[in-house]
């Protein structure tokens, strides 16, 4: 027993769960594990394994228990709380439905994630992160010009305010959303607490058979929905119900959840819908979030490793869901085309649900499934088959030292202002990442060429217009010397056919892989699937009640306004051509359609680089980041990681150096907390680290020492 007189003092300690305030007499030689021990009372049996010692003032966690108080830093004055590591979080998904899951909040961000990840059946968890909800208030203005709030802390004498630690993310939005979206999850004002999608106007979950969106549920009650009206989760319920229940989502929200959607208008608002992104190197608790908060689940990381319908229906189905509203919010811009391409997969995939009831099997082939270990074989086999004969299967084996080449009467335009040149046509032959134009075909074999062009580390953007007969290729060129602006360039092509080669072509040389790489067979494919789709078929029989189909839960309100009328005939010609898909194939295909436009994977932020006044956008993507112009979006210069050095923040003023080659970049973030910005960048080299050859065990240690700032 410690006595008064020995060096020691009063230690004041709040037990949450009881709600009973205890003074402890302590010496600060005396190490956090001993107080934990003093404060159970072994009189009252009671579970306290998941207890640890929270410092409200400091905002952190005492979790080294063989501290002492004096390493810790706690002193007489401090105040403590002793309070349960695992509480309940209130997490929506990316499909916009809300569960109550419990959360280590002792942990680091990204551990949490992982373990809620494992629950819900998703596999490669360092794609996905925790972010807080973003109202529409919060792209008023940039994150710089926000009042910079701190996070409020209990106290014995009330509520106090702490600053963020300087090398996290210091969003904290003291608004409805952050406490529970607009406040209706609130408990000091509704009681009926919702689950997203069931209905606002009743207190009982309407069943599938009932209603288009169900809340989370589940008839063997791994799901349940308790007095408060939300749904919460028992992990000690098995998973297949939960896997069921989460590969296939409800056709649309809540009509309350959906008017709560954050819709951008401007690249500058993309840009700051990024502000809310969680350090994944802190815990839940250290940045402001507490118990019953909401926080969304979301892919972070835009590049997908090894998706497989056998082994990711829970993780495709999400996928599908965050890539559908990020159509329908216009996040991200389609064409006319693109978007009732869009929408017609999406109406197959409501098709196949309502045909398939919800099961952990539907939209898979059942002979795939028993054979399911004679599949992995060939596909082995086979892609060992062509990673050693290259594309063309074995049948230029003779000949395996040739280096293949393309070469066409193609249309070329250097955009320039106040000009009102048109395009010109040259003979274009590509070969060795380079594009050579030429006057004729004859001046090809015997002179040099006229133009040429370096496409390695260019930006390649899709120019199509199928209705106007338009197979345009925008390339974005690195200057030679690496300094300067990109130069752009405009290649038209004649048909849809050359249209597919050349821009299979572009993408590959931009990666530094040439036509020898097995993915340009795939390339091409993949680029004629994706126009076939947005072909009307013609004639086809529509045996569809057009009075069925909402548009609005289809299109974006643009393209809304623009059909009109004739948005349900338009979305209902669209889907002929994808009548016949199976529900995993619509699903797989709206992804990769969705991957294949020009603005996705890129993540934008608003910045202001060293010496600068100017606001400029930077978009951070999965092998490169980009300096661009803030109105259009036109890249100005593009950086390669593979490039890059290293990259360096100053936390005490908000500034970032990387380090390429050739120069250096600096810049302040103005749109999000410059650590979102150190993350994503650290995320994206994490990921590149991913291949199949590798153990695929997840290092946990090597992601925070590329995102984790100081730590």
Known sequence: MIHVGENTWNLRILITDLQVEKTLRVKGDQHIGGVMLNLVDPEMPKDWSDHALWWPAKNVWLTRTRFTLDQAGVQSDSFLHFTPMHKTLRVQLPDLRYLDYRVNFSAKTFAAVVSVCKDLDIRYPEELSLCKPVEQEHLKKNFSKLPQRKIPVAEANGIAYLQPAADTNSFVPITGAYNGSNGSLDRSHNGNLLCAPASPYATTPRRAATAPGTPISSPTGTWKHNSTGYASYDSSSSFGDLQEN????????????????????????????????????LSIMEQGVREYDTLCLRFKYFTFFDLNPKYDQVRINQLYEQAKWSILNEELDATEEETLMFAA??????????????????????????????DDIDSALNELQITLEGPGGGKDQGNITRIPELSDYLKFLKPQRFTLKGYKRYFFTYRDLHLHLYKSQEESRRGAPTIS???????????????????????????????????????????????????????????????????????????????????????????????????????????????????????????????????????????????????????????????????????????????????????????????????????????????????????????????????????????????????????????????????
């Open 453 to 711: 062009i370096n496409l390695k580390g260019c930006e390649v953007t899709p120019d199509v217009n199928l209705s106007q007969g338009k197979f345009a290729i925008r390339l974005e060129v690195p200057p030679e010397g690496r300094n300067g602006p990109n130069s752009e360039v405009w290649v038209r092509c004649e048909s849809e056919e050359q249209y597919a080669k050349w821009m299979a072509a572009c993408r590959l040389a931009a990666k530094g892989r040439s036509l020898a790489d097995s993915s340009y067979d795939s390339e091409v494919s993949s680029i004629r699937s994706l126009l076939q789709m947005q072909k009307p078929a013609q004639g086809a029989p529509l045996t569809i009640n057009p009075r069925s189909v909402e548009p609005m839960d289809y299109l974006c309100p643009k393209m809304l306004r623009k059909l009109s009328s004739k948005a349900v005939q338009r979305i209902l010609e669209a889907h002929a051509n994808v009548r016949q898909l199976p529900l995993m194939e619509a699903k797989m295909k709206y992804i990769q359609a969705w991957q294949s436009l020009p603005d996705f994977g890129v993540t934008l932020f608003v910045i202001k680089f060293d010496g600068h006044k100017k606001e400029e956008l930077l978009g951070v993507a999965h092998n490169r980041i980009m300096r661009m112009d803030l109105n259009s979006g036109d890249h100005i210069k593009t950086w390669r990681y593979n490039t890059m050095k290293a990259w360096n923040v100053n936390w005490g003023i908000k500034c970032m150096m990387i380090q390429f080659m050739d120069e250096n970049v600096v810049f302040s973030c103005q749109s999000a907390d410059c650590k979102v910005v150190h993350e994503f960048i650290g995320g994206y080299i994490f990921m590149s680290m991913r291949s199949k050859e590798n153990n695929q065990t997840l290092n946990e240690e090597m992601f925070h020492k590329l995102t984790g700032g100081w730590s």
């Open 246 to 281: 989460l590969a296939v989502s409800p056709r649309s929200p809540s009509p309350d959840v959906r008017a709560r959607l954050v819709r951008p208008k401007t690249l500058v608002e993309k840009a700051r819908l990024n502000v809310g992104w969680l350090d994944s190197s």
């Open 345 to 374: 997969l999406q109406f197959q995939v409501n098709h196949q649900t309502d045909l398939h009831p919800p099961g952990i099997d539907s939209g898979i082939d059942s002979s795939s499934q028993e054979n399911g270990g004679d």
